[in-house]
């Protein structure tokens, strides 16, 4: 099996450590684990692009390039300049320091980057740690998907069906925020919403006056209403979402029908 990795927090991240480790048990002796990530951290940019202007890329070892771009970008890099004489079998993204439940997912690099794969027709899993006070303070706060990645990757593809529909299946994983010895399975749960709880600005002036903003993100450990992605994380399993890009609202379509 040949496995293209990628990730947004650089290619210098300790995830992504874990992650080739995990790739490196998938694709065996024989296999062959490439990869492609953004040479500085690109968190929260989601599904973007670099549309309007070109990136470099730089080969720093056998099998390991960084990009200056997003995961998206290093996933088309990957695909149609690196490995384009031997395209991969799978697609991995991760392993994020932080979680991709509920509403982080619509901003996450992590996911933008699986969601690519999937877009060019390669089945693609993104995979992230949540922390907590249970496991940032471990000597390896991702040792819950150190221990159980490989084997849950493998699972997934198994149980993934055939399909040649227009937009593919990816998943989204998220180990809880907990030692890997109190991982109490894995659950299939949708992705849910953090009520009360939301991005945000907070405001700062610089030494010279000039007015900024930070971006700031909301409280991690509300949960979601029950058996969706977060709420299963923050009582101790693994979550699987199985996602695609097409972002109709089906379930609207017949109430719009009126406007025709």
Same mark, same amino acid.
């Not at 390896?140 to 150190?146: K, L, N, V």
């Not at 490989?150 to 529909?165: C, F, H, M, N, Y």
């Given at each position: ?32 684990? @490439? ?178 903003? @930070? ?46």
């Amino acid at each position: 099996m040949r496995i293209l990795l990628t990730n947004d927090d650089g290619i210098n991240a300790p995830g992504l450590i874990v992650l080739e480790a995990i790739a490196a048990e998938l694709a065996g002796p024989d296999g062959e684990v @490439w990869v492609v990530a953004p040479a500085f951290e690109q968190s929260g940019v989601g599904h973007c692009i670099s549309y309007t202007h070109p990136m470099m890329v730089a080969k720093l070892g056998e099998r390991r390039y960084a990009a200056e771009g997003s995961p998206a970008d290093c996933v088309l890099a990957g695909l149609h300049d690196v490995m384009k004489d031997s395209p991969p079998d799978l697609v991995l993204s991760g392993v994020n320091r932080g979680n991709n439940s509920a509403e982080n997912t619509l901003y996450s690099g992590t996911i933008g980057g699986a969601m690519e794969a999937a877009l060019q027709g390669v089945p693609a899993i993104a995979l992230s740690q949540y922390f907590g006070p249970r496991n940032l303070g471990l000597d390896d706060p991702f040792e819950a998907a150190g221990k159980f990645g490989s084997d849950l990757v493998r699972r997934i593809l198994d149980a993934t069906p055939k399909e040649q529909g227009d937009y593919r299946l990816f998943y989204n994983v998220n180990f809880p925020p907990v030692p890997a010895d109190d991982v109490r399975g894995t659950r299939v749960a949708p992705q849910g919403f953090r009520r009360d709880t939301h991005f945000g600005v907070e405001p700062h002036s610089s030494p010279s006056g000039r007015r900024f903003l @930070w971006i700031k993100g909301g409280y991690q450990h509300n949960p979601t209403a029950p058996g969706t992605d977060a709420a299963v994380n923050l009582e101790g399993y693994i979550s699987v979402t199985p996602m695609r890009a097409d972002l109709t609202a089906h379930d609207a379509l017949e109430a719009l029908k009126a406007i025709e």
